[in-house]
């Protein structure tokens, strides 16, 4: 994903655009770019690579003046070559604009704009905005109005922020986050608070088809219309600037080993805000949970935990919820899992489902994400920043909340609110097998593909494990049910295979074992988590015995773990996986 940055004060303009953008980083991106204003002329500098790297090659952070834009770019549309770095300029150079998110129809405005004169100097989406910004100033004098008008005209996704040379500072929202800071005499436009958190701690979070202009006398707020319209500054929390990767070589290792007090901060809910949340499920005719990626392997063990307290919970993957929205109505809840609360496929399902009448519920790690403030109410994991791209805290503080609300509602406890110390107990044990764990990853690292089987509980965190390891090494991973592999999978066994078997002995156990000795006499070697030590795996890695129906939330780390060490043995970058970003918000 893209992130944007603007900066209007009294201060260097580009030191604090390249602080912001390094702060961002944790999104993904390729390339990279600044434009500042000095004495009315437009300067830009940018090329493909990373923020350390590019600013050293073009000394970024060198550029003159008190105001300017900048940008790390997640290539949607066009190479990833240094003309489709942002920012982008209009043709007479006095306008410059960065922008995060998809314009559908670019090619009908490029079109047009080419046919009134306009040059274009990349094949990107995002230009069409300089253009478009130019041409309704040539006509009208007026920021305003060239805002409003070029608003008007775009149709997709976008949060964009630009400068003209008239020292102005402008930006505008539509499905994408753009959040205004608020010096003392100084103001950032970020996509995200970390932008610029380490300046100010006040904040104006735009809603959809909101436009801001900032000059040199003051900052106004407009809608599409062009009614002026007034938001309000919120205090955001100075801790969620507080990411460092303290003793740990990456993020994501470090996030792995919060998770003993993390799910312990998810069952932390206000009482009252918790009671409106149950009762909104307890009152729903029928209830839906859908989420992306990790969040979506949240809502299928989710599905279980309710379906043993006797309540069904039907989940549906966001990316595939447009093509069975039919299934709602205004006696129907949608509860959208999301650590960012910004993924476009889940807003998009929230907003169909708003369409059918729905009450909507989520469950955040962002609480002032675009997906908490569209809900009808939300709760918080609360496990702090998560910077890795990978999703580890936030996917046990997740389930754990989910466990936490059907113990609450359902007819049957799993009991996790009273085992939250066996749990902070159990998850620190299996952290501290890291180097047992890391010692596995260097047995199994050349492997071309991985298996992961398990049954019921298991099955999703088979999932979850598979698609860390893709994530976070680039070897192909494949989670299945254990009970499957005979229907098929069986054919790919053979004695290069990697089988790790989710095992513990569990109600799972026997049927499982037989699924073992049939993997094992084609020659696989067998990686078993198990609670219960076994001469039948090949390498073990085992884990405490707790209450059955609390496994998911110990045995996902050592595959996490794993994970991690197997894109360490691949010199791959865990932080910042290739082609990923943190939040996808394209659909
Ligand atoms: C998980 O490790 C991935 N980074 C990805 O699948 C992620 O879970 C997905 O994009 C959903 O993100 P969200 O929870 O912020 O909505």
């Known amino acids: ?169 402008c930006g505008a929202r539509y499905d994408e986050p753009l959040i205004v800071g608020v010096g003392h005499d100084d103001y950032f436009l970020s996509s995200d608070i970390l932008g610029f958190l380490n300046h100010t701690d006040r904040a104006i979070f735009l809603d959809n088809r909101d436009i801001v202009v900032i000059n ?110 039919d299934l709602l109505d205004e006696n129907s809840v949608l ?47 609360n496990c702090g920043p998560e910077i890795g791209v990978a999703a580890t805290k936030s996917f046990t503080s997740q389930i754990a909340l989910l466990y936490h609300v059907a113990d609450l509602i359902g007819k049957k406890s799993n009991g996790i609110f009273a085992s939250k110390d066996v749990l902070t107990k159990a998850i620190k044990q299996v952290l501290e097998l890291d180097s047992h764990i890391e010692s596995v990853a260097n047995q199994i690292k050349g492997s071309k593909d991985i298996y992961i089987l398990g049954r019921s509980l298991h099955f999703p965190i088979c999932l979850e494990g598979a698609l860390k390891i893709k994530e976070l090494s680039y070897i192909h991973a494949e989670g299945m049910a254990a009970g499957e592999l005979k229907h098929g999978p069986l054919a790919l066994i053979d004695n290069n295979s990697i089988v790790i078997v989710i095992h513990p002995n569990d109600s799972t156990y026997g049927d499982t074992l037989s699924n073992i000795h049939t993997i094992k006499s084609r020659g696989a070697k067998i990686v078993g988590i198990s609670n219960k030590k076994d001469e039948v795996y090949d390498y073990q890695i085992t884990i405490p015995t707790i209450n059955e129906s609390l496994y998911p939330l110990i045995e996902i780390v050592p595959l996490q773990l794993l994970a991690y060490y197997l894109s360490i043995c691949n010199n791959a970058n865990p932080d910042y996986p290739r082609n990923l970003a943190k939040s996808v918000t394209v659909k």
């Open 1 to 169: 994903m893209c992130s944007i940055i603007g900066y209007k004060g009294n201060e260097h303009a580009s030191t604090l655009l390249i602080e912001g953008l390094k702060k961002m980083e944790y999104r993904g991106y390729d390339s990279v770019g600044i434009a500042t204003i000095k004495s009315g002329k437009l300067l830009i500098r940018k090329g493909v690579g990373k923020v350390a790297e590019v600013n050293k090659s073009l000394r970024l952070d060198e550029l003159p003046g008190k105001l300017g834009i900048g940008h790390t770019r997640w290539a949607t549309h066009g190479g990833i070559v240094d003309s489709n770095a942002h920012p982008h300029l209009a043709c007479n150079s006095t306008i410059a604009v960065v922008h995060n998110g998809i314009i559908e129809n670019y090619h009908e405005l490029k079109d047009e704009l080419y046919r009134s004169g306009h040059k274009f100097n990349s094949e990107t989406d995002s230009e069409v905005i300089a253009h478009l910004l130019e041409e309704y100033f040539e006509i009208t004098g007026d920021i305003r109005l060239s805002m409003i008008f070029t608003c008007k005209r775009l149709v997709g996704s976008f949060a964009f922020v630009a400068v003209f040379n008239s020292s102005t500072l």
């Open 216 to 325: 040199d006398s003051d900052i106004s707020f407009f809608n599409f219309d062009g009614d002026r319209i007034s938001r309000k500054i919120t205090q955001v929390a100075w801790e969620l600037g507080d990411a460092d990767k303290g003793k740990y070589s990456h993020y994501t290792l470090k996030e792995i080993h919060e998770q003993h007090q993390t799910i312990v901060k998810s069952m932390d809910q206000d009482k009252k805000n918790l009671e409106k949340f149950c009762k909104i499920i307890t009152d729903a005719k029928n209830v839906f949970i859908t989420g992306s990626g990790t969040s979506y392997h949240s809502a299928l063990i989710a599905k279980q935990i309710f379906s043993k307290s006797k309540i069904h919970v039907e989940p549906i993957m966001s990316s595939e919820f447009q093509y069975s929205a």
């Open 335 to 381: 509860l959208a899992i999301s650590q960012s609360g910004e993924t476009a496929d889940v807003m998009h399902s929230v907003k169909s489902a708003k369409e059918m009448g729905a009450k909507v519920l989520s469950i955040v790690n962002i609480p002032t994400s675009s997906l908490a403030r569209l809900s009808d109410s939300y709760l918080e994991v």
